[in-house]
């Protein structure tokens, strides 16, 4: 019989897809400002872009409110992590024998060597989740920094404007801010096949469980106690 | 030394229009004109500023910039306000006579000159690449810096480095903070920088007595503080969405938006969009280039200056980054479908064994 | 014998270090030394980079002549890759370098060189009323060369700038030049040999009047560059593009780069242009030139301008296809392409060589040595051709004193950062200087069939020949002749800047409005592999820049420079450069303060590097003079 785990409490769920929601209009917006290919010469007057909502402006502020989202389901993320043990899965513990030990098989299964022992989740996805909050930490801060710079002495420039200079600059800035929107959109990739990779070898459930939030397992999970 | 007033009053300037002057100045600094009896007392107050004015590796251009200068003229700043003591582009004196005068006037006024150094000190060969009466430049730098109340650097290559740093830096030419680390340093970057941007420092300076606001990259908060984009007149296109796609197309003779032509306006600081050049002619956007950046550090590097964001920082991949960015999307997606098509196959396979 | 050091020169571009070694009995000077003490290495820094960004790398050379490294590069990048631009942007081009012409040349003689010639403490010794009737003669006399000085457009009322010629005026000027000098705050003006007895040579009111002339320029000299201004964004540095220019122009959209009122600015700024050089630049400088020469005889200078001079022309009439392919020359309005060997004979006995298109290709005409510069060749013994050109920096050090505090530098081995270029083996001067004698003995030989600005050319030199009374290899080739050749030509590009404004409107009317040609702007249109070569007159001589573009980026980059034609070191046969040449052919009244070797030397307008060595006639070395600047 399948063991039912619940994994991921209705919080994090949630947050999880507005998360996928705000990523999506942010690349797609981001895109769009640094290459805008709706309008051209011969397109509409200023006037009517305006009513067609394919402005540079328009598309902007949707990028900026997208950003505001993003700010603050970030920092409910956060705090959802001080009260449920399930909700801080995304630490790689490194520091433990059974980190690395699951990375190995975890690698092993992937060669197609031998399927990995049950688990909540494996050490390769914790490391990859934490690696994506820092991403996202990074575009909010560069994304604020960048906004907030139209007032040097406004709030945002005060709280992210340090990272613009220290990036070398407002190009720069930029330059970073774009690529690692590129990185997270290879993370989202990866990130569906695995997941549902993961759910077919395995049966567990996993696809399913960020709506329903529980996993199944035949045997006890070796981090169970990330939940428990 | 003279007060301002003095100086005035010895050029035969009214009462009445030495405050005109003193309001108008305020104005033009951007302070409230309840700041005028301030600006008044201090022109009545302030003796003149002894100025050293020295040249590392540069190309001359801040100095013609700074001669460009319409309000304040050049000429009245150089006769008036300040005194330029020793200046290699302007001053009548050579050889060993303008250096003892440097030498006696750093002494006279020790802790009270104003050093300007344009263009940078190259350290490779020892400092070699730039010499300066046998001895290699950044020597006289420090030097002069020593006595200085206050250090201008101007343009880009004191500032930043400029040209001679881009890559390779084949003279290991760096900006003169990393030189002089205990003393203020007022950057003023630009290649050139806006001649009444240079004027303004000075009269600031000399008017008040004191470094003007930075910002945190050690630049005056007044001249500084804002992105070209968000003072460009043609930023209303850019959020209309109307772009020059090309040079001299429609767009282009529209005056639209240079974003898509590489306009580093989104990501440099400088008075190109309010004040202009020439006292508010123009500047490159106006004449239908898109900004190259000149005022930011490393903009050199940044290129080429017709594509917005260059390629990825991986050596041998020049594509921009959305077209790298799509194909590593892409073979990611491949490569996920294959190893799945891969684990169904050996799933599969497994349950037969079983 | 005597040796003086000055270190630093000054009112040049960069820095500069002269040791002479003089004859006190005669005042000869016997024997300098002098070496280019600034590299930047723009060269290398270009490699690899994309053609259409080079432009703006290379104006960064020089923010004196702003604007004419860009120029050059663009002629190289559309040389190579075969791209003719629109006539607009020919004319718009021509607009902005005549403009860097008047401007140069302008300011050099103001603010750069006048002081040579005349100081403000002479000045104060000057009556303002005899000041103001001077002022008055000398327009009348010297302001003849206007009458023949055509105005295309006629549409100036009057002349608004003219100088001030009242008692008053000069009174109250010499009050404030008194001030200044009793308030011991002397500024710029400080600490100057005012005490040398050539500020003797001119009467106190020619002092006065030129002191004046100083400030006013120095007001005025920013109105003169406001064409590139309109046209390129800004001053120093304007902004062009590979193809054509920027400034796009519309009659029907409000918000053009270029429309009515735009072109009317860059109009009313080119009459400032004829205006400044017409009434204050030329009968200043034919006033102080005519007492020099006649009153007390100083012909000094000449140098190496008597023997060689080269040019390369410039003023494309009409677009071209391409300049290695020979159609830039045949374009040209102003031919000043060519060698012209022993002009001093007079002009008949003088010696002409053609020098067009295939010629800057050819490996064997212009070549760059670095026999005595700090830089590697594999052979150091032959020169080689800018585009086989190599830039690899080798410092060896002086030959007395420490790496970094010199002493004596070692003329038998390497001491400068300039390479030496030369045509087909020889020195040569380059230029307003050689491009006047260049283009009065083509026209005079009958080489040429001149075209206006050519004649115009003959013209302003038959008619100060007859001002001065003197023949033009009496006057043409001295260090006077040098700054009178600038004068004019900076008068000549004013009135052609009326020309370029004219044929400007004249196409618009006609209907084209084109100001680039972005057929290869995409690097996907360029051959795999292209060279080209960029050439221009320079305000201080021929220059040319030679690329090699591979797969769409720079492979190669060579610049040859007008002052390192006029200041190179040695060639490995010991021939000198103009420099040299110039300061061995002077006299000083005062070993000490040599100003006259700082006259001759600033004569040249050097920009940055430069370096010479002079010897005596047995080939001994006596002393030095260093010409220290900075320049790619
Ligand atoms: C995962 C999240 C995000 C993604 C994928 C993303 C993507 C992008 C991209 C691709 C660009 C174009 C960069 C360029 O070429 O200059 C961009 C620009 C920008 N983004 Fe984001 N972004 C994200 C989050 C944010 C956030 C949180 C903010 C904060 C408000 C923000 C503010 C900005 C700003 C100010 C710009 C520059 C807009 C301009 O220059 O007009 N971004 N973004
Ligand atoms: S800052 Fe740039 S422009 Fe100014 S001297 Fe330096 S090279 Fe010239
Ligand atoms: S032209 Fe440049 S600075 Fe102006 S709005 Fe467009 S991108 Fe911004």
């Known amino acids: 019989m399948f063991k039912r785990i619940y994994v991921f409490s209705a919080s994090l769920r949630i947050w999880h897809w507005i998360n996928f929601i705000t990523i999506m209009i942010l690349f797609f917006t981001g895109l769009y400002i640094g290459t805008p290919y709706f309008t051209t010469s011969v397109g509409y007057e200023a006037t009517y872009t305006y009513d067609k909502n394919l402005t540079m402006g328009f598309t902007r502020f949707l990028h900026f409110a997208a950003g505001y989202v993003l700010l603050f389901s970030f920092l409910f993320r956060i705090y959802i992590a001080f009260f449920r043990k399930g909700n801080r899965m995304f630490i790689p513990k490194f520091w433990t024998i059974e980190y690395w030990q699951g990375i190995k098989e975890t690698i092993q299964e992937y060669l197609f060597i031998k399927e990995h022992r049950p688990m909540i989740r494996n050490p390769l996805a914790r490391t990859a989740y934490f690696i994506v909050y820092l991403m996202i930490f990074f575009m909010i801060a560069t994304g604020f920094g960048m906004y907030g710079l139209s007032d040097p002495d406004g709030f945002w420039a005060s709280v992210f404007g340090w990272i613009v200079w220290s990036l070398g600059g407002e190009f720069e800035a930029h330059y970073w801010h774009h690529i690692v929107a590129w990185l997270i959109i290879l993370f989202f990739v990866l990130h569906v096949y695995f997941v549902s990779r993961e759910d077919f070898t395995h049966k567990n459930g996993e696809v399913s469980s960020m709506f329903n939030g529980v996993k199944f397992f035949k045997k006890e999970p070796v981090d169970i106690n990330d939940v428990k | 030394m003279e007060t301002f007033w003095e100086v005035f009053k010895r050029h035969g300037v009214s009462r009445r229009d030495f405050i005109k002057f003193a309001t108008t100045i305020t104005g033009l600094m951007g302070l409230a004109p309840s700041m005028v009896p301030q600006v008044v007392k201090a022109m009545e107050t302030k003796p003149r500023v002894p100025v050293i004015w020295i040249h590392g590796l540069e190309c001359t251009c801040c100095s013609e910039s700074f001669i460009r200068s319409a309000t304040p003229l050049a000429s009245d700043v150089v006769l008036t306000m300040i005194s330029l003591e020793y200046d290699d582009t302007l001053s009548a004196a050579a050889g060993e006579a303008i250096e003892k005068h440097r030498e006696k006037i750093m002494k006279e006024y020790w802790g009270n000159y104003i050093l300007a150094v344009e263009g940078n000190p190259p350290l490779g060969e020892d400092g070699m690449y730039c010499i300066i009466g046998g001895r290699p430049f950044v020597e006289i730098l420090k030097e002069s810096a020593e006595g200085a109340k206050a250090i201008i650097a101007w343009g880009s290559c004191a500032s930043w480095g400029c040209v001679q740093a881009a890559k390779p830096n084949p003279t290991n030419a760096v900006s003169i903070d990393k030189v002089i680390t205990d003393k203020p340093i007022i950057k003023v970057p630009g290649c050139p920088p806006i001649a009444e941007v240079m004027t303004g420092v000075i009269m600031y300076m000399v008017l008040f007595d004191r470094i003007p606001p930075l910002d945190s990259q050690g630049r005056p908060k007044m001249f500084y503080g804002n992105r070209i984009h968000d003072t460009c007149y043609r930023r209303s296109f850019f959020n209309a969405g109307q772009f020059v796609e090309q040079f001299d197309d429609e767009g282009a003779k529209k005056g639209w938006c240079l974003y898509k032509v590489g306009c580093r306006g989104p990501t440099t600081y400088n008075s190109c969009g309010n004040l202009r050049w020439y006292n508010g002619l123009s500047y490159p956007i106006q004449s239908g280039h898109g900004c190259i950046g000149c005022a930011e550090n490393n903009f050199w590097d940044n290129g080429p200056f017709y594509e917005r964001i260059g390629g990825i920082p991986v050596p041998g991949i020049e594509s921009k980054a959305d077209k790298v960015g799509a194909v590593a999307a892409a073979a990611a997606a491949g490569g996920a479908i294959l190893h799945g098509i891969a684990t169904k196959v050996r799933k599969s396979a497994n349950k037969e064994e079983e | ?632």
């Open chain 3, 1 to 632: 014998m005597k040796r003086v050091v000055v270190d630093p020169v000054t009112r040049i571009e960069g820095h500069l270090r002269i040791e002479i070694m003089v004859d006190e009995e005669t005042g000869r000077v016997k024997d300098a030394v002098s070496c280019g003490t600034m590299w930047r290495g723009i060269e290398l820094i270009v490699r690899n980079r994309d053609p259409r960004d080079v432009w703006a790398f290379t104006q960064r050379i020089c923010g004196v002549c702003t604007s004419i490294h860009a120029l050059a590069s663009l002629r190289a990048v559309e040389d190579a890759l075969g791209i003719t631009i629109p006539k607009n942007a020919n004319y718009i081009r021509n607009i902005m370098y005549g403009s860097l012409q008047v401007h140069d040349h302008v300011v050099h003689f103001y603010h750069l060189h006048a002081l040579d010639w005349v100081s403000p403490v002479e000045a104060l010794k000057a009556d303002p009323v005899q000041t103001a009737a001077l002022a008055n003669v000398i327009l009348e006399k010297y302001g003849v060369l206007n009458e023949f000085m055509p105005d295309f457009l006629g549409r100036r009322a009057y002349p608004k700038k003219f100088p001030k010629a009242t008692p008053g005026y000069f009174r109250e000027f010499q009050k404030k030049i008194k001030k200044l000098v009793e308030s011991g705050q002397l500024g710029i003006f400080a600490a100057h040999w005012w005490d040398h007895p050539d500020y003797q040579m001119l009467p106190p009111e020619v002092h006065l009047l030129a002191v004046a002339h100083y400030l006013n320029m120095l007001d005025v000299q920013r109105e003169l560059f406001i064409p590139q201004v309109i046209f390129g964004g800004k001053n120093p540095h304007p902004h062009y593009i590979v193809g054509g220019v920027n400034c796009s122009i519309s009659m029907d959209d409000m918000n053009a780069p270029v429309n009515m009122e735009r072109l009317a600015v860059v109009e009313d700024s080119i009459y400032t242009q004829v205006e400044s050089t017409d009434l204050f630049y030329i009968p200043d400088i034919l006033a102080i030139a005519d007492i020099y020469l006649n009153k007390h005889n100083w012909f000094y200078g000449g140098g190496l301008s008597k023997k060689r001079v080269i040019g390369y022309g410039d003023y494309p009439d009409e677009p071209y296809t391409g300049i290695t392919n020979g159609d830039y020359h045949k374009k040209l309005l102003w031919r000043s392409n060519g060698v012209v060997e022993d002009f001093y004979k007079g002009v008949d006995k003088a010696k002409f060589y053609n020098l067009e298109g295939k010629d800057f290709a050819d490996p064997e005409q212009i070549q760059e040595f670095v026999a005595h510069s700090w830089y590697k060749y594999p052979d150091e013994n032959k020169g080689l051709h800018p585009w086989d050109g190599i830039t690899e920096p080798n410092y060896t050090g002086p030959k007395e004193g420490t790496k970094t505090h010199w002493k004596y530098l070692d003329e038998e081995g390497k001491y400068s950062w300039i390479k030496a270029p030369r045509w087909r083996g020889r020195p040569c001067e380059v230029g307003p200087l050689a491009r006047y004698i260049i283009v009065y003995t083509k026209v005079k030989q009958g080489h040429i069939k001149p075209t206006w600005v050519e004649e115009l050319i003959v013209n302003q030199i038959d008619t100060v020949s007859k001002l001065l009374g003197l023949p033009p290899e009496k006057w043409l080739p001295t260090t006077v002749g040098r700054t009178i050749a600038r004068a004019l030509e900076a008068q000549m590009a004013a009135h052609a800047n009326l020309y370029w404004m004219k044929k400007l409107y004249d196409n618009l009317r006609a209907g084209d409005l084109s100001v680039a040609n972005m057929e290869k702007w995409d690097p996907s249109t360029w051959p795999k592999e292209a060279k080209g070569i960029g050439l221009t007159e320079a305000p201080r001589g021929s220059l040319g820049h030679w690329v090699i573009i591979k797969d769409g980026k720079v492979d190669n980059y060579q610049c040859v420079v007008p002052t390192t034609w006029n200041g190179s070191p040695k060639d490995p046969q010991g021939q000198h450069g103009a420099f040299e040449e110039c300061m061995m052919d002077t006299v000083v009244k005062v070993p000490e303060k040599p100003l006259e070797v700082l006259r001759g030397i600033h004569s040249f307008d050097p920009c940055l590097a430069c370096s010479t060595h002079l010897y005596n006639e047995k080939g001994e070395e006596i002393a030095n003079v260093r010409v220290q600047g900075a320049c790619i």
